[in-house]
């Protein structure tokens, strides 16, 4: 069983950054690493994807404002967030898959989650 937690979420203005980590109770290096969001009221979507080598996938609300990356020598993933927007404001949780050989943001798809971090923008 891997646990994820993550931390980072906070209360920002519209413009502002954050950055935030999600620490992986494993070792990652075998692990495909995802961040998704839920906004009140809404369905959880995906908003970033990095695979076991680095390579970022980004769905169209990260593009160009937000940057995955891992440091597997810290089990660590990192969701770079800038120009925040209010509609950013969401619950942000990261997955991982140790058999996910493939970019997916299906839920289901995903083994392990985190129980999220809060990401307010006014």
């Known amino acids: 069983q891997v646990q994820l937690v993550e931390s980072g979420g906070g209360s920002v203005e519209a413009g502002g950054s954050l950055r935030l980590t999600c620490t992986a109770s494993?070792?990652?290096?075998?692990?495909?690493m995802a961040w998704f969001r839920q906004a009140p009221g809404k369905e959880r979507e995906g908003v970033a994807h990095?695979?076991?080598?680095?390579?970022?996938t980004y769905t169209d609300a990260a593009k160009g404002r937000f940057t995955i990356f891992r440091d597997n020598a810290k089990n660590t993933m990192y969701l770079e967030m800038n120009s925040l927007e209010p509609e950013d404001t969401a619950l942000y949780t990261c997955?991982?898959?140790?058999?996910?050989?493939?970019?997916?943001?299906?839920?289901?798809?995903?083994?392990?989650w985190g129980r999220g971090t809060q990401v307010t923008v006014s």
């Open positions: 997955a991982a898959d140790r058999w996910l050989w493939r970019v997916s943001f299906v839920n289901k798809d995903w083994s392990f």
């Open positions: 494993t070792v990652i290096n075998n692990y495909a």
């Open positions: 990095i695979g076991r080598y680095g390579e970022p």
